[in-house]
């Protein structure tokens, strides 16, 4: 991220055939310098890519650009279980 208080990026909401304009795009962001990207979380529309393992997909190809999940389904993405407790 940059360390001025100011930081530009994009948003996208990839469905399951983008992934390889979604990889595109985030590259080419991160080549260009922006400084994040976006996801929504939207498990209950089939079509759409799972946004944390499309961010890590993403992140795990990409040198400087951060992601993050802008909309997260809490309902149904319980917290884990612990064994003992």
């Given at each position: 991220?940059?360390?001025?208080?100011?930081?530009?990026?994009?948003?996208?909401?990839?469905?399951?055939?983008?992934?390889?304009?979604l990889l595109r795009m985030t590259q080419q962001a991160d080549r260009d310098g922006l400084d994040l990207f976006t996801l929504s979380d939207h498990p209950y529309i089939g079509a759409r890519l799972d946004a944390y393992a499309a961010l890590g997909f993403v992140l795990g190809r990409t040198r400087h650009i951060a992601g993050f999940a802008n909309v997260t389904n809490l309902p149904t993405r319980p917290p884990p279980c612990w064994p003992g407790r």
């Open positions: 991220m940059s360390a001025h208080g100011v930081v530009f990026g994009f948003g996208t909401h990839p469905g399951i055939d983008d992934i390889p304009e």
